[in-house]
């Protein structure tokens, strides 16, 4: 009997509110040993006043000491074991562009790349090639034709596009073809199982057929393909939890992370400010709000700590919008660390605080990593917040007699 | 390789003991945010003398956001992994009044009803009739015959009473023909899975027959049935851990339970005092006392704080004189919470204590769910109680090379 199985049986109905404020990589590390993390750098009254009112403890995303990826991370948060769970790239992304996958789908992310006369790579981004010049390209690579197979070409930004390769017997486990260098040829697609040589075939005839339809272009005359992924099969929100759940988020791996598990995305913010409008709007409506910011961990990610700091101080700010739609349950946490002294994702445990009447309230005084180790929530898988978010909420009934 | 599967290989023999004193529904709510909860504002200077002797922490009882019954509770306890072990509320009922299952038994938890002239339910409980006119009606429903099949009928309190069908090919997967409700006629037994479908046939001719003894009675004319339940497969304490254990209980229910993890049940105290003296008069006979204090939880779940405050007290009072017999290892625990301010079973950990000589003492200076958060068992799900107790017995070997 696994969480799942646990929360269909007990889930119960009721009026409350659940809102997942999630900070993209929100954990860090201090610049220097006993320094102060980002977080604990930065202003926040917001969510030391929550961090006060609430419980507080660490978030273990996966397993101690494993990073994660943005899949992983979410999964956790949304409370499907992500060891169990696993998303493909291809699927993340494709499903974040609006495309909704079938079972019959294969979703591959591609670039576009630059090859020379002997076919070996000399920029893998093609120059990062202006979206007004890639997008035409990819929708040219839709005059692929492959018998037995339905050929879906999607622009995505810059040199990113992606491929949906629809059809039968089609197994989503193939190796990329980005050899993650330059001066060297792309790799030949190779399947990882047996269930996936015909992809691997699909794949390599998709190639032959797209370097004929960009031969002669200037940057973009190759591709290489990458993150091939069958759809990920998620039970959903409404199914494992009982709950309507809508997803607030700006850019589309984090929507499509939200579609996956059952959640519908609403609204077209691009701001936090537009973020709160969308969840105030968008209030009666739905059961569970997941919203998501992006910056703390792209700063993070540029390895720049006093813009992740100054990001997470702009995260504190929305806090108030929020709550001022008083909500039953108030989670904050990331997911994952991106510590900007490492310049990447990181194993580091994630600040999360809690709000809701009946949390037992510890003595944590203020939102930051150190402070977060007194608190009532301990150090915890992050696969558990959504049990004891729905436990807060008066959404879940006894197990046993 | 579970837990059981260690201590089955790891277990050694000693003179040791080690006592587990239960306060049923220990942990709790503040009554406002930041205020102290019930053990919290109770005085209990024996228990903050073995925390600061011992080493603390919180105790999840099932998993994260989990609100267990007294069953999964108590499982966790014992060191049977609550979602892997199940035991039914008649199961538990009927071994809690002494009667012993057999492989062949499906025991279903019955109340007398009030039924009106067109069979719809008046009053669920038969006007809570006194057990001196109940216990002879259940009596009266042995004359029940059904072919091929035992039928055991014993009167428990008020208007409740046990039955147990005895047979081959009965499965205990039947739903309960409580509605829940009056002014509604009973259900009738319905199997739940194929196995039971013998045993809901059997179960609607003993309601059949019932009805015709009861027809009459000016309260009791009929009855509803809850809680079927073939016999649980426990490996017994002996088996798992080495142990010979006796269980020290007023109620039925923590008796049975007790049982059927092959505890000895033992005295008939009921009072802590008197179970402290049986507890000593055994001293000798077993290697491991589980001892249970009810009215933490009863105190709870009416929501009174202060009456919870004072039972925590008396339970106090009582631990010197366990501790006079100078157990090797001594546990105090509950198998779960129940806050006054929700007036029922909850999530929330469970502050724990253990103390023995080589337990590592930490901080911990009192008995109390923020100041066990410093403690050295940290938050710990409430199976691996049983595991640190038989280490700091010395009663664990090493495991592997």
Aim: proline letters at 6%; glycine letters at 10%.
């Amino acid at each position: 009997m696994d969480m799942h199985d646990l929360t269909r049986e007990l889930k119960t109905a009721n009026d409350s509110k659940i809102i997942m404020l999630v900070a993209d990589g929100l954990g860090g590390l201090p610049q220097q040993p006993g320094g102060l993390t980002e977080l604990e750098t930065a202003n926040t009254p917001n969510l030391d006043a929550l961090a006060k009112r609430g419980v507080s403890g660490n978030s273990i995303p996966v397993k101690p000491g494993i990073s994660p990826g943005s899949g992983p991370g979410h999964l956790g948060l949304f409370g499907y074991d992500p060891l169990q769970y696993m998303i493909g790239r291809g699927a993340l992304e494709a499903t974040g562009i609006g495309f909704e996958l079938t079972d019959k789908d294969v979703a591959i992310r591609c670039n576009f790349c630059t090859l020379d006369d002997a076919g070996l790579i000399t920029d893998r981004r093609a120059g990062r090639i202006a979206t007004e010049e890639s997008a035409p390209l990819a929708i040219k690579l839709r005059e692929v034709s492959i018998d037995g197979i339905e050929v879906f070409v999607e622009p995505v930004k810059e040199h990113r596009f992606v491929v949906v390769l629809r059809g039968e017997g089609l197994g989503g486990n193939v190796a990329d073809t980005d050899p993650q260098a330059t001066g060297v040829p792309r790799l030949a697609p190779r399947a990882t199982d047996a269930d996936s040589e015909r992809t691997a075939e699909v794949a390599a005839e998709f190639l032959r057929q797209a370097g004929e339809l960009l031969a002669g272009q200037p940057k973009a005359n190759g591709l290489t393909m990458r993150g091939f992924s069958a759809k990920p099969d998620l039970p959903t929100y409404e199914e494992v939890y009982g709950l309507r759940a809508a997803a607030v988020a700006v850019y589309p791996m984090y929507k499509g992370l939200a579609q996956l598990a059952g959640m519908e995305v609403v609204g077209n913010a691009q701001t936090l400010e537009e973020q709160v409008d969308v969840v105030r709007e968008h209030w009666d409506d739905y059961d569970f709000f997941f919203v998501h910011f992006k910056y703390t961990d792209s700063t993070g990610e540029d390895g720049n700590f006093d813009a992740k700091v100054k990001k997470t101080e702009e995260f504190d700010a929305a806090i108030p919008g929020f709550m001022e739609l008083n909500p039953t349950v108030t989670i904050v946490t990331g997911d994952h660390s991106t510590p900007a002294m490492l310049s990447s994702h990181s194993w580091h445990p994630v600040p999360t605080l809690m709000v809701a009447d009946y949390c037992r309230t510890d003595r944590v005084e203020s939102f930051g990593e150190a402070e977060c180790l007194a608190g009532g929530l301990g150090q915890f898988e992050a696969k558990y917040l959504m049990p004891m978010a729905l436990a807060n909420a008066g959404r879940l009934g006894k197990y046993g007699a």
